[in-house]
């Protein structure tokens, strides 16, 4: 059970989004579910991570990564983001990286912890974002390792200047390098347990097979 300490309002969690548009997400679904049904995908994933994220009962934002009119697909999410009062933002410029390290920034000027999840790691559920918000009682940094090489979590106490450049997002490579990059600006790292993401035609049927409900 984690600590009482972190189950209050020093934890902020944000969940990042891609903006719902037919041809600019889930593009390596598109091949086998068509444009549409890539966006349709997007955004039942999306529900599903702010589903996991709202049963922690801990502060939450919606980070979008642009600002434009939503589409009808997206109704549902906007439904749910007004529906529970969750505070959407927009994310700044620059590559993952850029954006990631100035959400913790922020996030930290006002908060202890802090805390970013993706909309495709519906196996983010609450248990494992309060599990990393205990971690963050003792070291600087937990990621959340996902089985492609990447993470589906990251959660900070302290940010330091520069220490997500240089990574290579999108390639096998991303948890071993933000880690290393991590350790030689001198913070402290501690990994969650593995976890999966959505990308590939075979993690959407996981996900529609094992999560959705």
Known sequence: MPNNENNSDQT????????????KVKTRLIPALGEQGALAAHCELTQAV?????ATALPLQFWWDCHRTPPAE??????????QRVQQRFQSDGNLGDRMAAALCGALCSHKYAIIVGSDCPSVDAAHVLLAAE?????????GPSEDG???LIGARKVVFGMLDG?????EHVLRQTREKLESAGLSVELL????DVDEVEDWQRFQRDVAR
Not at 13 to 23: R, S
Request: glycine letters at 8%.
């Open 167 to 171: 990574i290579h997002w999108g390639s």
């Open 74 to 83: 997206a109704a549902e999410v906007m439904k749910k983001l007004q529906g």
């Open 135 to 143: 971690k963050l009682i003792h070291v600087d940094v937990v990621l």
């Open 150 to 152: 990447g993470y589906v």
């Open 12 to 23: 902020l969690v944000m969940q990042f989004a891609k903006w719902p548009e037919a041809g």
């Open 193 to 196: 347990p593995m976890r999966w």
């Open 50 to 54: 702010l589903d996991n994220l709202l």
